[in-house]
């Protein structure tokens, strides 16, 4: 016998006796790109859209919850009924939910989150939302009895915005920085300046998520987003920067492109208060100084115009694109009309995002055109949010209001562009106060006409969800009717 012959004769009498190898472990964790980190991860403390990003449906949880498609559903309320005035809902709540530190859920949470909200010293970015509540009762543990101050049309919706996710009293004061929620993942730990992890809840009161741990990373710069992609370095970026990459990626076939919507509003904002802009000429004139349409091919061609604060798609979208066309000599008029002189300086701040640094470049060569030199000045995102959202200290920003039906962001005592209008006020007031569709759909109609008339910020597109992540992943949502990455139906398939 030759020593090969001996060798396999061996090896197949051995056979039987090795241990097998071990199959390869299916994978339970998903890491996630995100454009921007967020300064705090407690979405009643915050504007940031990163912060529910991270923590909505993840982390914490309300009454209710917007769903992928867009529509109110049941969270922490089961159920709920109103009465025949629109005043009154009670809340049916989950039996058995508790908080990641032990602290039971109950009514009395529901308390302390909606009156904490509208308390004096409340951070809470969507205030307003809370106003209308006139008390809650608790009954029992189990129902929560709202009563409002007068009907409130977008009350369920707004009660399932990350702004309005049940706090409990034991965790509040460390939400920022150690989040405490109920629901299926458990905060880990944040690397500042590079990610937060999470880990599946064992105790989670509802159905367990597929996936044991998530980890978000923040990349704010296309080029290392495309090439984290690329490496397997990420399984996802729901909201990914390089659009430019998008057709070599979708080549790959490890890899999905799914193009989808947002209730992104982008516009270049304008601080209203600051002259020459108080002069609604000057407004108006930068509006057609912007091509819209070239401006979105020079981002990719992904978004649709808009010209006022609303989305195409939404109930009650009025069309006024056409309000401002592009004319660059309309421009010129207006603005010497106005005593703005050619040359004249203007700042014009750029958070992160490629639509705002890219964009803004886009836009600085067009206002040239018409006699406006932009000083163009790049700011990291806490920068944005303490000098611009804060301090209102710009002359113009480009930014998404990505938060839906937010037209209440003009009618506030102060916000940060600082449009003022008496007029408008009120017919937001009278929306607020109105349940009957067909009125409701008519004032819809006049407050984006008011928008687009005073131009109180120059509307440009709204922004496309472009979302990229590994062919064997389900659950991610392909369209973001709020801004979050809900894990909570995400698993790998085979």
Request: hydrophobic letters at 40%.
């Amino acid at each position: 016998m030759t020593r090969l012959q001996a060798t396999l004769l061996a090896t197949t009498l051995l056979a039987p006796l090795l241990p097998a190898a071990p199959a390869l472990a299916a994978k339970d964790s998903i890491t996630l790109g995100m454009p921007l980190e967020p300064p705090v991860l407690d979405p009643t403390a915050g504007a940031a859209a990163a912060i529910k990003e991270v923590t909505y449906a993840n982390i914490y949880q309300g009454l209710t919850r917007i769903a992928p498609d867009g529509n109110v559903a049941p969270q922490l309320a089961k159920s709920w009924t109103i009465t025949p005035d629109g005043l009154t809902y009670t809340f049916a709540l989950q039996t058995g939910a508790k908080f990641h530190d032990g602290a039971p859920f109950d009514c009395s949470v529901v308390k302390f989150t909606y009156e904490r909200a509208v308390a004096a010293d409340s951070t809470n970015s969507q205030k307003g939302f809370f106003e209308p509540i006139a008390s809650t009762a608790c009954p029992n543990p189990a129902t929560a009895v709202v009563t409002l101050k007068r009907p409130t049309g977008l009350f369920l919706n707004n009660m399932g915005s990350g702004d309005a996710v049940m706090i409990s009293p034991a965790s509040a004061a460390t939400n920022k920085t150690n989040p405490v929620g109920t629901g299926p993942f458990v905060f880990k730990r944040w690397i500042k300046g590079d990610r937060v992890e999470l880990e599946r809840n064992p105790n989670y009161w509802g159905p367990a998520p597929k996936i044991a741990a998530a980890t978000f990373r923040f990349i704010s710069d296309p080029s290392a987003a495309t090439a984290a992609i690329m490496a397997g370095d990420l399984d996802a970026f729901p909201l990914f920067p390089a659009p430019e990459s998008l057709d070599t990626i979708r080549k790959d076939k490890r890899f999905a492109v799914v193009i989808g919507t947002t209730q992104g509003k982008t516009v270049m904002s304008i601080n209203n208060e600051r002259a020459p802009f108080s002069d609604v000429r000057v407004r108006r004139a930068l509006a057609h100084a912007i091509d819209r349409a070239a401006l979105i091919d020079a981002l990719g061609g992904l978004g649709k115009p808009i010209g006022s604060h609303y989305i195409p798609g939404n109930p009650g979208y009025v069309d006024l694109v056409g309000a401002y066309p592009y004319d660059p000599a309309k421009a010129q008029k207006l603005l010497a009309e106005a005593g703005v002189k050619p040359g004249t300086e203007m700042t014009l701040k750029l958070p992160p995002p490629g639509y705002a640094r890219r964009g803004g470049e886009v836009i600085a060569a067009m206002l040239e055109q018409v006699g406006i030199k932009a000083k163009l000045v790049p700011v990291e995102w806490a920068q944005w949010l303490d000098q611009v959202f804060k301090q209102s200290d710009f002359d113009l920003t480009i930014i998404s209001h990505v938060e839906p039906n937010d037209l209440d962001i003009y009618a506030r005592d102060k916000y940060y562009f600082n449009y003022k209008s008496p007029a408008y006020r009120a017919l937001y007031q009278k929306y607020v106060e109105t349940t009957n569709p067909a009125d409701r759909t008519d004032l819809l109609g006049q407050l984006q006409r008011k928008l687009s008339e005073d131009e109180a910020n120059v509307f440009l597109f709204g922004l496309a969800k472009t979302g990229v992540w590994n062919a064997k992943l389900t659950g991610l949502w392909e369209n973001q009717p709020i801004f979050a990455n809900d894990l909570s139906a995400v698993a790998w398939t085979d």
